[in-house]
């Protein structure tokens, strides 16, 4: 059994549709425009007030065609070494690769917390966590995930029957709230409007 867990109502909303409603969604990606008018029209869109499939569509809009793919609070975003950042041609290899990736998936919406408990029913059990960068917390919206949820994922991973693996910025932090656990560094590119920037990461696993 596989579940794929997100609090965000919006992401677990595309990966129903994109799961189930695929064909369908393309059919409405394929009118949309790359343009700073169109994605300033789609801010202001109550995401309340449209059906499932444009809320998805809306959704993977914005977030493409941001600046950095911040969930809140954001800005058109122009790459002067590539293309527009909304490329249906090159957008749709992506979709189908995820398309077939989440046949026969469980898609959830709950607490960390909950998901956890739920699902760590047997040694067997793998987690793969992916909470927010350490600093970042609110990039996602508000009360979503505190600093203070960093040490109550801890201790939760702590006690699990199954196993867990973690991945997360490399902060004093983190290494301080996850010691006991194996914990070994990355290094890789981060990629930002053509910028790449060298960082350092962490896979963090146990128990």
Wanted: charged share 25%; glycine share 6%.
């Amino acid at each position: 059994m596989e579940v794929i867990n997100d609090i965000s109502r919006d992401v677990v909303n595309l990966f129903r549709i994109l799961q189930r409603h695929f064909q369908q969604l393309l059919d409405v990606l394929k009118w949309q425009v790359c343009s700073r008018a169109e994605f300033e029209r789609l801010v202001q869109v109550d995401p309340d007030t449209l059906t499932d499939l444009e809320r998805a569509a809306r959704f993977l809009y914005l977030q493409r065609a941001a600046f950095g793919g911040h969930a809140v609070k954001q800005h058109f975003g122009v790459d002067f070494n590539g293309g527009a950042r909304f490329n249906l041609t090159k957008l749709v290899p992506m979709l189908e690769d995820v398309h077939e990736r989440l046949a026969g998936v469980l898609i959830e919406r709950l607490p960390y917390a909950e998901c956890i408990k739920r699902y760590d029913s047997r040694p067997g059990t793998l987690f793969y966590c992916d909470p927010p960068y350490w600093g970042c917390t609110d990039d996602y919206g508000k009360n979503i995930f505190s600093p203070a949820d960093f040490q109550a994922l801890r201790d939760l991973l702590e006690g699990l029957q199954g196993r867990f693996i973690l991945s997360i910025n490399d902060k004093p932090e983190i290494r301080e709230i996850f010691n006991g656990f194996e914990i070994e560094e990355v290094t890789l590119n981060y990629r930002l409007s053509g910028k790449v920037t060298p960082a350092r990461e962490l896979v963090i696993s146990g128990p």
